[in-house]
């Protein structure tokens, strides 16, 4: 028994220990972020608003933020309106090549990144997609539709079909099912998938570097600014950035939460 607590506190101590190394950067990004200091300075010699001044003021890093969004909605909607019949195929139904059509569904999740960007690059240039916001849609869909197909295919196997079973019997149409039944159950589902979709998009760099041409994002702008000139300004939006994405992830975790528990 004391083997096993003893056991238990190196594992707590380990997880926090890793958990403190990966928040590290973070104790450093955000007082640089408020520093008085016309240069990366740490620990900054005062506490200024300024770079957050000089982001607001700045059209080009604004331009790139309302691209991030837009571009990260847009692939959001179009990654469920492939995967939601997608995963109602591949858990609901039972046709040849079925498990060939999951594997190249979850094939994103596995192949680099950096592979997937050149290939799309090769190809998008033949169509004269390179460079516009609606061909990054395209390849961040490309990215996002595992994370959508992943959730929904949990939602649909944890999906009680007596509810569907029991509407039918009541009357109800396939699409009456599907509108007032299927779907609202797995609301929880769909509003995680649109989040994690989301994220995946506005997070996604590498692909921009191939695709977005001058039509930069967020994380291209960011990545450019590192490579050209580092001024504090770096940080106040990496803050920024980060306090969105947590944002998002806590309604993951709470509106899918709540969402569930009022379906029940």
């Known amino acids: 028994m004391n083997s096993k607590g ?3 506190r190196l594992l707590v101590a380990a997880c926090a220990l890793i958990y403190f190394f990966l928040m590290l950067p973070l104790l450093v990004v955000f ?3 408020l520093s008085s200091a016309p240069y990366m300075q740490f620990p900054p010699p005062g506490l200024s608003w300024q770079w957050y001044e000089r982001y607001l003021d700045d059209p080009q890093w604004i331009d790139a933020t309302w691209r991030s969004l837009y ?8 990654a469920l309106a492939l995967g939601v019949p997608l995963a109602f195929a591949l858990v609901r ?3 040849p090549g079925r498990a060939l059509l999951d594997r190249l569904a979850l094939a994103p999740l596995i192949v680099p990144t950096i592979i997937l960007s050149v290939a799309t690059y090769g190809l998008f240039a033949k169509l004269k997609l390179v460079g516009t916001w609606y061909g990054l849609v395209v390849a961040h869909t490309v990215l996002a539709l595992p994370f959508v197909v992943l959730v929904l295919a949990a939602g649909l196997r944890d999906f009680d079909r007596a509810l569907e079973q029991a509407a039918a019997g009541l009357g109800a149409s396939r699409w009456q099912t599907l509108r007032r039944i299927t779907l609202p159950m797995l609301r929880p589902s769909l509003v995680s998938a649109g989040l994690l979709a989301f994220i995946s998009s506005f997070d996604e ?9 001058a039509n930069m994002t967020l994380p291209k702008k960011m990545f450019d600014n590192i490579m050209m000139e580092i001024d504090p300004t770096i940080a106040a939006v990496s803050v920024i950035q980060i306090l969105l994405v947590s944002v998002v992830l806590i309604l993951i975790g709470r509106f899918g939460r709540g969402l569930r528990d009022s379906a029940r």
Do not use: E, H
């Open 6 to 8: 003893n056991t238990r």
């Open 31 to 33: 007082p640089i972020s």
């Open 71 to 78: 571009v990260g909605g847009a692939t959001a909607a179009l």
């Open 93 to 95: 139904s039972r046709f």
């Open 205 to 213: 760099v590498v692909v921009a570097l191939f695709l977005a041409g």
